[in-house]
């Protein structure tokens, strides 16, 4: 299984950073292809919402999955609990991934500099890859899959996958990113979030100091033959 092989893990975290890197490249260069193609799909999501108003609520319901508010107090929770159970270096993964992650995101937009589709229909602000609900999303999802311990985590990672995938969508119809947008930001959760949990327990492992070998005991001294009898 995925969350048990961590091979499995290093190298689709490897595939993913790599297909990351390429759309991004892809983005900034302009494509066009890829902008094209952006362009399409979402001019059909703006006619689609312009005539479909309900459609349009209950993707805002599920885009607010994604907000920052909730996923911070989860985070904060999530910390909490960990360090309670005795459990500092998942709390570290709680901390630490995120951080980064949203230090490499505000380092990739500000290199990319795109901006987001026009008259979208949720509120936006900043620029526009990647997308970070669905950065935020995606990377909440792979480290509570990678922290459970005792629930079935298939029937979990599909369930909790689902509903990072539809904020990704959500963030489409609404207009409030490009579908590239969302695609760079799924490869770099998965990247990074497959990736540093891995990385974090292997170097606490390293700093851990391990228990003193037990030092080997001493031979035992055989007893002396008995005198032959004369």
């Not at 107090?73 to 609990?81: M, P, Q």
């Not at 974090?200 to 005198?227: C, G």
Request: proline residues 10%.
């Amino acid at each position: 299984m995925l969350w048990n092989d961590r091979t499995v893990r290093f190298r689709l975290a490897l595939a993913c950073l790599v297909a990351f890197v390429l759309v991004t490249v892809l983005v900034a260069s302009h494509w066009s292809p890829l902008a094209r193609l952006d362009r399409a799909i979402s001019a059909g999501a703006r006619r689609f919402g312009r005539a479909h108003s309900v459609w349009l609520d209950s993707w805002r319901v599920v885009t607010h999955a994604g907000d920052t508010l909730p996923l911070l107090v989860l985070g904060a929770a999530a910390i909490i609990l960990l360090l309670v159970a005795r459990r500092p270096v998942d709390a570290a993964k709680v901390l630490a991934v995120p951080v980064i992650l949203q230090l490499l995101t505000i380092g990739v937009r500000v290199l990319v500099g795109r901006h987001r589709p026009v008259d979208p229909f949720t509120p936006v602000s900043g620029l526009s890859y990647p997308s970070g609900h669905t950065l935020h999303s995606a990377i909440a999802v792979l480290l509570a899959v990678h922290l459970l311990k005792t629930s079935p985590k298939r029937a979990m990672a599909w369930l909790l996958g689902s509903l990072a995938v539809l904020v990704g969508i959500s963030r489409v119809v609404l207009l409030a990113h490009w579908p590239s947008d969302v695609a760079g930001g799924w490869l770099l959760a998965l990247g990074v979030g497959l990736l540093l949990p891995d990385a974090i327990a292997t170097a606490a492992a390293r700093r851990t100091p391990s228990p003193p070998s037990p030092s080997p005991a001493a031979p035992r001294s055989r007893p002396a033959p008995d005198p032959p009898p004369r």
